[in-house]
């Protein structure tokens, strides 16, 4: 079992900036990928960027150019970097993270609890 605390989520003006962090924590794991997503009111979760054991990124087309993913493998943690904020972010971030465990080489999915982002004036 992999446990995924987020931070950093709150409320912004647009054009502001926020970083979200996501924590993973348990034993006998590996992460293979993590990725950030968001679910806004009435909508679909979608996924916004993703970042490999490697660190190939991809992005959403909505958040390119203003969103970084980045990860620190030693600390199992992923960080979101969220330039120029417009209200259309508003929506409730999740982490999920791909992972093996190291004892049977089964591979699962570890979701967050979300945090809360809100872009307004």
């Known amino acids: 079992q992999v446990q995924l605390v987020e931070s950093g989520g709150g409320l912004v003006q647009p054009g502001g900036s926020l970083r979200l962090s996501c924590a993973a924590s348990?034993?006998?794991?590996?992460?293979?990928?993590m990725g950030w997503y968001r679910q806004a009111p009435g909508k679909e979760r979608e996924l916004i960027a993703r970042?490999?054991?490697?660190?190939?990124?991809n992005y959403a087309d909505s958040v390119k150019g203003r969103f970084t993913i980045s990860r620190d493998n030693a600390k199992n943690t992923v960080y979101l970097q969220m330039n120029s904020l417009k209200p259309e972010d508003t929506a409730v971030y999740y982490c999920?993270?791909?992972?093996?465990?190291?004892?049977?080489?089964?591979?699962?999915?570890?979701w967050g609890q979300g945090t809360q982002v809100t872009v307004s004036s």
């Open positions: 999920k993270a791909d992972c093996i465990a190291t004892l049977t080489s089964s591979s699962f999915v570890s």
């Open positions: 970042i490999t054991s490697g660190c190939s990124t």
């Open positions: 348990g034993r006998f794991f590996v992460i293979a990928s």
